[in-house]
């Protein structure tokens, strides 16, 4: 049986990627003539935020912007380690997107084009993943797609196809347009992940499988959420997996991650006593086991999960496997709990009862920030908490006994 003695699946987003290898990220922007200035300046800011972040989560990391319009392309620079800001290179026509990933293709490629202006070529690194990001209001036939095609003719996706192929790359697109069919169809260009469930155009050669959801895409304006930056940050940082090895052991101060953000992944047992910084995030698979031991520690304002899952089963936070009402009576009928929290809702204050010795105590937002993190020196069965200063939610509150036992409950804050 498969076991896990920390189990925090946390629910939105996970962010993954630190040490080894990095990804290189093409910024994709329409310069056609429907992108007023007003949009343009919010794409801009948005792009700024997310290439920071982008750069600050891993030192392998490399960026590019590439702008294009009218069966062009501008290339801003070669992939850099630095980030940098870029003016608008064009300014009417249509966008046609699918030339545009055809004429990057020859870049990577290092085929030279007419049509492709500033850098000539772009050099990816070996080992680094690669990603794409859209930001486009293309519509759906001969624009964002090739030509005017049926609904679900791998024709239309030719380019993308062709490319996340060729290339291993994989798609983060955000689209304002709001017709149903170009939402459809930008769905089916982004890469599985992300939170959108919505309708995707489903066509037999995808790579990602045809309809296959969720995706990686926005349907919203060019300035983006705080949150909806965070989400596409974490995804980008983590398209490269980390070697999947047998099993891991991580140990304090080797593997402490003092900052970014760390995956790790074993087809067998992960074992960890490592301390997960304040601000750092650390995302953990193994196929059977994993054991956190003496000494882990998840720091206040870090990030951590821990998934039972096969290697290469991607990094993105997700929500828990759906339950059946079947399995779900029987999955409370059958765990009994060594803690009680009283009173729970509770406003100010919580008092934890438990039956056993009291090792230690994390508690979680539902994002997977760690709001309260403390190893009991003198282990007890009782530790009053104060929650005045906690927003109003739930929250994962996690024992770890004397025994080794973990043990989750929901906290609820009025």
């Known amino acids: 049986m498969k076991n896990v003695y920390m189990y925090i699946l946390l629910f939105m987003i996970g962010c993954v990627k630190s040490f080894g290898q990095g990804t290189d990220v093409i910024f994709l922007i329409d310069n056609s003539g429907s992108i007023n200035a007003t949009e343009y300046a919010n794409l801009q800011t948005s792009v700024a935020a997310i290439m920071a972040a982008v750069l600050e989560c891993n030192p392998d990391n490399r960026i590019t912007v590439v702008q294009y319009s009218n069966g062009q392309i501008y290339i801003e620079s070669d992939f850099s380690l630095n980030g940098y800001t870029f003016p608008r290179r064009f300014n009417n026509?249509?966008?046609g997107v699918p030339a545009a990933i055809d004429l990057i293709s020859s870049a990577l490629n290092g085929t030279a084009s007419a049509n492709i202006l500033g850098t000539p070529t772009l050099n990816a690194l070996s080992g680094n993943g690669l990603a794409v990001y859209l930001f486009t209001d293309a519509p759906r036939d001969n624009d964002l797609l090739t030509g005017f095609t049926a609904i679900g003719s791998n024709l239309g996706f030719v380019s993308y196809t062709n490319f996340k192929n060729t290339h291993d790359?994989?798609?983060v697109v955000t689209n304002t347009e709001t017709v149903a069919a170009t939402i459809a169809a930008s769905a089916g260009v982004a890469s599985v992940g992300g939170a959108y469930t919505?309708?995707?155009e489903s066509y037999s050669a995808d790579p990602d499988g045809a309809g296959v959801v969720p995706r990686f895409f926005l349907n919203s304006s060019f300035l983006l959420t705080p949150l909806e930056i965070e989400i596409i940050t974490d995804y980008l940082c983590s398209v490269t997996e980390p070697e999947c090895l047998p099993n891991l052991t991580l140990v304090s101060?080797?593997?402490d991650v003092t900052s970014?953000?760390?995956n790790r992944q074993v087809?067998?047992?992960l074992t960890a006593s490592n301390d997960i910084y304040a601000f750092a995030v650390g995302v953990y698979h193994a196929e059977n086991t994993i054991v956190l031991t003496d000494g882990f520690h998840a720091r206040n304002s870090s990030r951590f999960r821990a998934y039972i899952d096969e290697c290469n089963s991607g990094y993105v936070g997700r929500p828990a496997n759906a339950v059946t009402e079947e399995e779900e009576q029987y999955v409370f009928a059958?765990?009994?709990?060594?803690?009680?929290?009283?009173?729970n809702?509770?406003?100010d204050k919580v008092t934890i009862t438990s039956d056993t010795l009291i090792k230690s105590i994390i508690i979680t937002a539902m994002d997977g920030k760690v709001i309260f993190s403390r190893d009991i020196a003198k282990e007890v069965k009782e530790y009053d908490i104060n929650i005045n200063n906690f927003t109003k939610g739930i929250y994962n509150l996690t024992l770890v006994m004397d025994t080794g036992e973990i043990q989750t409950q929901k906290l609820i804050k009025n």
């Open 260 to 262: 970014g953000q760390d």
């Open 267 to 269: 087809s067998n047992t």
């Open 93 to 95: 026509g249509i966008g």
């Open 345 to 347: 809702p509770a406003n």
């Open 198 to 200: 919505g309708a995707v």
């Open 169 to 171: 790359a994989t798609f």
């Open 253 to 255: 101060s080797a593997n």
């Open 334 to 343: 059958d765990k009994q709990y060594v803690f009680s929290l009283n009173p």
